[in-house]
């Protein structure tokens, strides 16, 4: 097969982006669920999961979270295809070795994992520019190293989901969106986000 291409919804899209916007001063992470037609090679990305801004490297609360998302999402034929995450310093540009282990991770349940590492350039200078391109970067596994991708591989499947994104930020909604560390401390609070966009 030629290479994937990694198509994002907009809901999973937005909701990456204002996790990261949320949690400024700190890495966050969280898990990408979709499909995978491999007729077409394309990697679906429908809903975005945020699950950590402090305790990123812990496996022990990843797996708990893993197996929650994969129950929930089971009945609507999702599966976990990916993995996003968000530098602490806005200067860092890099997949660190906790991303990498972590994709590495959900290789094992689906071999096409996709990495989506958020641009702390594109997302500071989101509100300014009328870009239609992700504010984040893809990196695939090429054998037991990841890489990053060409642009192109990875593409907003509503083209509009940047202006939408710009309403929500100008509206400070990110305070809105609640991860799977927020939930452990407060278990009322509803990780899956799922009234988010209602």
């Known amino acids: 097969?030629?290479?994937?291409?990694?198509?994002?919804?907009?809901?999973?899209?937005?909701?990456?982006?204002?996790?990261?916007?949320?949690?400024?001063?700190?890495?966050?992470?969280?898990?990408?669920?979709?499909?995978?037609?491999?007729?077409?090679?394309?990697?679906?990305?429908?809903?975005?999961?945020?699950?950590?801004?402090?305790?990123?490297?812990?496996?022990?609360?990843?797996?708990?979270?893993?197996?929650?998302?994969?129950?929930?999402?089971?009945?609507?034929?999702?599966?976990?295809?990916?993995?996003?995450?968000?530098n602490e310093r806005s200067n860092d540009y890099d997949l660190g070795n906790v991303a990498k282990n972590i994709g590495d991770h959900l290789c094992r349940y689906f071999p096409q994992t996709g990495i989506l590492l958020l641009d702390n350039r594109k997302l500071e200078s989101l509100p300014k520019v009328k870009d239609r391109s992700p504010v984040m970067q893809l990196y695939s596994r090429d054998g037991s190293k990841w890489k990053l991708e060409e642009s192109n591989r990875l593409v907003i499947k509503e083209p509009a989901a940047n202006l939408i994104l710009q309403d929500y930020i100008s509206t400070q909604q990110w305070e809105d969106i609640v991860d799977f560390d927020e939930h452990l401390d407060d278990v009322s609070k509803d990780w899956l986000n799922a009234e988010f966009f209602k």
């Open 1 to 86: 097969m030629g290479e994937l291409t990694y198509e994002i919804g907009q809901n999973a899209y937005i909701k990456s982006v204002l996790h990261a916007l949320k949690y400024k001063a700190s890495s966050v992470n969280g898990i990408l669920v979709g499909r995978f037609d491999a007729s077409k090679g394309i990697v679906q990305i429908s809903d975005a999961i945020p699950l950590s801004h402090s305790n990123i490297g812990l496996l022990p609360s990843l797996e708990i979270a893993l197996m929650q998302i994969e129950e929930h999402y089971a009945s609507q034929d999702l599966s976990l295809v990916g993995y996003f995450h968000a």
